[in-house]
């Protein structure tokens, strides 16, 4: 596998875990319905299309609302 494959699927899966944050804690989505297969796939689907956004995003409400 080549440095390029090896950052887009660490760049996929910032994306997974960014916009899981943002369904929770900013939309406070608490219950998703479905199969494990098509919630799992969901999160990647929407993950790769909306990292750009949600990545950042994410760290400015970690960094805004998070000060422990």
């Given at each position: 596998m080549t440095l390029e494959g090896?950052?887009?699927i660490v760049?996929?899966?910032l994306?997974?875990?960014a916009v899981k944050y943002?369904?929770?804690e900013i939309f406070g989505v608490?219950?998703?319905f479905g199969g494990l297969g098509e919630l799992?796939?969901?999160n990647v689907i929407w993950g790769f299309f909306l990292d750009?956004?949600?990545i950042p995003v994410a760290i400015i409400h970690m960094l805004i609302f998070h000060r422990d």
């Amino acid at each position: 596998m080549t440095l390029e494959g090896i950052l887009v699927i660490v760049y996929i899966v910032l994306g997974t875990a960014a916009v899981k944050y943002v369904k929770s804690e900013i939309f406070g989505v608490v219950v998703e319905f479905g199969g494990l297969g098509e919630l799992i796939f969901k999160n990647v689907i929407w993950g790769f299309f909306l990292d750009w956004l949600a990545i950042p995003v994410a760290i400015i409400h970690m960094l805004i609302f998070h000060r422990d």
